[in-house]
């Protein structure tokens, strides 16, 4: 009998009114049935809702420090369990075990820099123009938070929210993608296990125009921080626009890594390699345009085409499995159907191409490593988002060419480039029109303590992570204390004689 999970809402476990269920399954192996989840609709969010705007008074007065200490628990309690939960994002999004467990670090040094920001949730006092009289600024709570995430980062990406935003002294209602609800179970045991008051956490699962619509309509829910795509991210801020909600967006990338001749071209080949094909290109900075210099061009293509050849595709809990499964058939269809439009713009297939149903692989949504040359920046499969293991391979004869290739893009999101020369690095790290600049890295790779985001429709503005994230979650208070006794009227009386 296949297992039954349930919302939570207040601190407990509990079904959804509609009585509805989805099915979750392995990518890797469609055979392994992992759960049944709740089908939650716009009273289910309402009552998480409820939970969270009657959590707020308590959470939000509980000085920052105490809150601190939570998170704190909440990282230990998440090294504790790290392997367990390792093995079930695995099992759950098919990346390989080695990522499932870089996934789950990174959630854990969220919550121990969001732990230390406890502390630290300055203000400024500054001067006030005025003589006796005080200016300073404090931060305070936005208040009940709606966090909307994908499955391809399933305890990264909750929590790269959900920390800031608690240790802010906000309270949260999840909503986490439907290919990847069991993640987001364990993490909410793993709140209940800290010591999370009731009702300040609460998941809700769901589809994303149900659930994910209720809680972004809902008049009591003050931001909406959503990961995911592009279209998605445009709806939700139109939603969000209309009651004046705060929302911040992280969508998609076309990111590109760029080869100049000069480079260590053993080194870029491991970056095109890893930052292409790694979680099976579903990563938002995954790396899928490849800028090369002309004079080395062939020979580094060459030697790309025959490691991609040899990667070790499979189930990503089996010791040696270099790239995973897609996540969902849905996804297959639509890289699929991206080689077919490569091909159809003439752009070269030279390596992979099709879905990778080899001996175990025929159970799970498998797909070759595809690389296609000659790509132009015409074509679609230069310009839009594939989210898959496909690489296009543009040609430039110089810095400035590789640039403006690299810019030439809707999106903003991550970049890359291999070169030794200092002045092209430079020149790079001004000019690219990215929120993250690798230089000898690939595109993937972020830190939790450094701001993560793009430019242009990759986002609104907003970072996660680092100190910027907590912009996001508090309001700004100004508070000027007059003890002059007297009426000042700032500019009026501080005139120029
Ligand atoms: P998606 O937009 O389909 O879904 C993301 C989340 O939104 C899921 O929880 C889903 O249920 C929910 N959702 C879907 N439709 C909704 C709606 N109408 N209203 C409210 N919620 C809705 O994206 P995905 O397929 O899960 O993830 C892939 C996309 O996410 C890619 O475009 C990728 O680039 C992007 N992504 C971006 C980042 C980043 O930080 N920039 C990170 C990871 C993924």
Known sequence: MTERFRNFINGKWVESRTGRWFEDKNPANTGDVIGEFPKSDAADVDTAVQAAKAALPGWSRTPGPKRGELLFRLGRVMEERKEDLARTLTRENGKILDEGRGDVQEAIDTAYYAGGEGRRLFGITTPSELGDKWAMTVRQPVGVCGLISPWNFPIAIPTWKMFPALISGCTVILKPASDTPLCAVKLAQVCEAAGIPPGVVNVVHGGGAEAGTALARHKDVRLISFTGSSAVGRELASICGQDLKRCSLELGGKNAQIVMDDADMDLALKGALWGAFATAGQRCTATSRLILHRAIKGAFLERLVEAARKLKIGDGLKAGTEMGPLINEARRTE?????????????????????????????????????????TP?????????FGPVLSVVTVGDLDEAIAT??????????????????????????????IVYVNGPTIGAESHLPFGGMKDTGNGHREASHTVYDVYNEWKTIYVDYSGRLQRAQIDNQPA
């Open 378 to 386: 015409a074509m679609r499969i230069f310009r839009e988002e594939i």
């Open 335 to 375: 890289v699929a159907s991206y080689v077919e439009i490569g091909k159809g713009e003439g752009a070269r297939l030279v390596s992979g191409g099709a879905a990778h149903k080899a001996g175990e692989c025929a159970r799970g949504y498998f797909f070759e490593p595809t690389i296609f040359d000659g790509v």
């Open 406 to 435: 690299m810019n030439d893009s809707s999106y903003g999101l991550s970049s890359s480039i291999y070169t030794k020369d200092v002045r092209a690095a430079f020149q790079a790290m001004e000019r690219i029109e990215c929120g």
